[in-house]
């Protein structure tokens, strides 16, 4: 995708589940490129799919772009598995790392700060200062397993803080947001994280990789996962709140979602659920960079794959 091309070039597809507001945007910005909202039926030789959710209603192997209005791209890199050659993957992530930053360290302090605590002996009437004064972020190690951009989004909310904060990957390389970055495997004890986040993305790879391997190398930590559910091994974390390894977790992402009534997580003190609201893909957020993306592409600028396919994320 590196020769220029014309607006009459192009067919886009907005999933139907995609607000209005994407779709006028393309149309005032590019008013001759064909939008469609429904199953594509278009002789234009470049087609754009733009979705969350892949479409079950036509063939996917038309598509050689394909753009997702989030950051979480699994059910796409899912459909698109089996399809040769994959389709150049983009995606919207905005200021999606920022948001998660906000709420990871929203939660940190109020854990650090016990702002829970505060409020019962508040209502007790009770001076006890002892039992309220609070820990210090820029006295604590946070480490954030996954270092992609909402690793670094979160990283850049505590490092601001002042905190401490280590990287945790798969092969451990170094990245600029994070004081220091090693391997997940090679966690280990004495690295005294206090504040552990998940921010990984789902594969099989991923699938339950937080958990005892991770959760026996800490004592009395925070545990927060804003990556994807099923990336954590929700009896591991049962197992590390009953030892107290982990004293409380909050959780926005749920292997299955929304969240089943009966689960344990709700009824669970030690556990704080929210219903996925972390990160959020703002409309002015996905506009721009759609938009962004369709204009170099008329231009004949390079467009570089934001996920790769084979992998996962």
Known sequence: ???????????????????????QAVREAFPDVEVFRGPMESDRPEKVLVTFYPPEDEDLSKYRWVHCVGAGVDAICKAFADIEPAPLVTRTTGRMGQQIGEYCAGYALSWLQKMALRRALEEARDWDRERAAPAYLFETQVAIIGTGSIGQGVAGAFKGLQALVLGLSRTGGAVEEFDEVMRLADLSADAGA????????????????????????????????????????????????????????????????????????????????????????????????????????????????????????
């Open 194 to 313: 206090k504040i552990v986040v998940g921010a990984l993305p789902f594969t099989p790879q991923t699938d339950s990789a937080i958990g005892a391997d991770v959760f026996d190398k800490l004592d009395g930590a925070l545990f927060i996962n804003v990556g994807r559910g099923a990336t954590l091994d929700e009896g591991a974390l049962k197992a590390a709140l009953d030892s107290g390894k982990v004293v409380h977790a909050v959780l926005d992402v749920f292997r299955d979602e929304p969240l089943d009534p009966g689960h344990w997580f709700w009824s669970d003190e030690r556990v704080t659920v929210t219903p996925h609201v972390s990160g959020l893909t703002l409309p002015s957020d996905g506009q721009a960079r759609l938009l962004e993306l369709l204009e170099r592409r008329l231009k004949g600028e390079a467009i570089e794959a934001d996920v790769d396919v084979a992998r996962g994320y």
């Open 1 to 23: 995708m590196t020769k220029p091309v014309a607006e009459t070039d192009i067919a886009v597809r907005i999933h139907s589940s995609q607000g209005d507001g994407l779709e």
